[in-house]
């Protein structure tokens, strides 16, 4: 069924023009033949759903207690997920606030919870392991990573030497 799934998220993600073709430059100053516009699939609600949907049921065997997401991007997606999954949320900030509660991690995070950790788009990784980092650095157990899409420019394997297992849901290759 998860196979039915993806093909149908990968037509979505092409439907909507989500990766673009010609050049672009990259957030890192980089120039690629392609820009995935994760902003725009994580704004139509089909595609958040049909996301939620692949890693609910992706996670359905599993014991977890939250799904965190780092702001902007992964923010609407675990909102999605905790909305199908009936599971609680974290929201992880980019920087702590030095005002109000000074949380870098927003949510109820307890000590040994098992969390799951959603990404939009990954190239290197280090954003996602910057967040993987926050919550275990407050007490959370990472049993998962999942991207929506992954570049293919070494997220999975930076993770892995990190002792982290990147799961993507599609990586662009299969939408090239």
Same mark, same amino acid.
């Given at each position: 069924?998860?196979k *039915?799934?993806?093909? *149908? =998220?990968?037509?979505?993600?092409?439907d909507n023009?989500?990766?673009?073709?010609?050049?672009?430059?990259?957030?890192?100053?980089?120039?690629? +033949?392609?820009?995935? +516009?994760m902003?725009?699939?994580?704004? %139509?609600?089909?595609?958040?759903?049909?996301?939620s949907?692949?890693?609910?049921?992706?996670?359905?065997? +599993?014991?977890?207690d939250?799904?965190?997401?780092?702001?902007l991007g992964?923010?609407?997606?675990?909102?999605?997920?905790?909305?199908?999954?009936?599971?609680?949320?974290?929201?992880?900030?980019?920087?702590q606030k %030095?005002?109000?509660?000074?949380? =870098?991690?927003?949510?109820?995070?307890?000590?040994?919870?098992?969390v799951? /950790?959603?990404? +939009?788009?990954t190239?290197?990784?280090?954003?996602?392991?910057?967040a993987?980092?926050?919550? *275990?650095?407050?007490?959370g157990?990472?049993?998962?990573?999942?991207?929506?899409?992954?570049?293919?420019?070494g997220? /999975?394997?930076?993770?892995?030497k990190?002792?982290?297992?990147?799961?993507?849901? /599609?990586?662009?290759?299969?939408?090239?």
């Amino acid at each position: 069924m998860i196979k *039915q799934e993806k093909n *149908q =998220l990968i037509s979505l993600l092409n439907d909507n023009n989500v990766i673009k073709f010609g050049k672009f430059t990259l957030s890192s100053g980089r120039e690629s +033949d392609y820009y995935v +516009d994760m902003k725009k699939a994580i704004t %139509d609600p089909q595609i958040l759903s049909q996301v939620s949907k692949i890693i609910s049921q992706l996670i359905s065997d +599993d014991d977890i207690d939250r799904v965190a997401g780092p702001a902007l991007g992964a923010v609407p997606i675990a909102t999605a997920v905790a909305l199908h999954a009936g599971i609680p949320m974290l929201m992880i900030r980019k920087a702590q606030k %030095d005002y109000g509660t000074s949380q =870098l991690i927003e949510g109820e995070l307890k000590t040994g919870d098992k969390v799951i /950790v959603v990404e +939009d788009v990954t190239t290197t990784g280090h954003s996602l392991l910057k967040a993987v980092r926050a919550v *275990q650095d407050n007490g959370g157990v990472v049993e998962r990573t999942f991207v929506v899409v992954d570049r293919e420019e070494g997220a /999975v394997e930076e993770l892995k030497k990190q002792g982290i297992t990147l799961e993507p849901l /599609v990586s662009i290759s299969e939408v090239r």
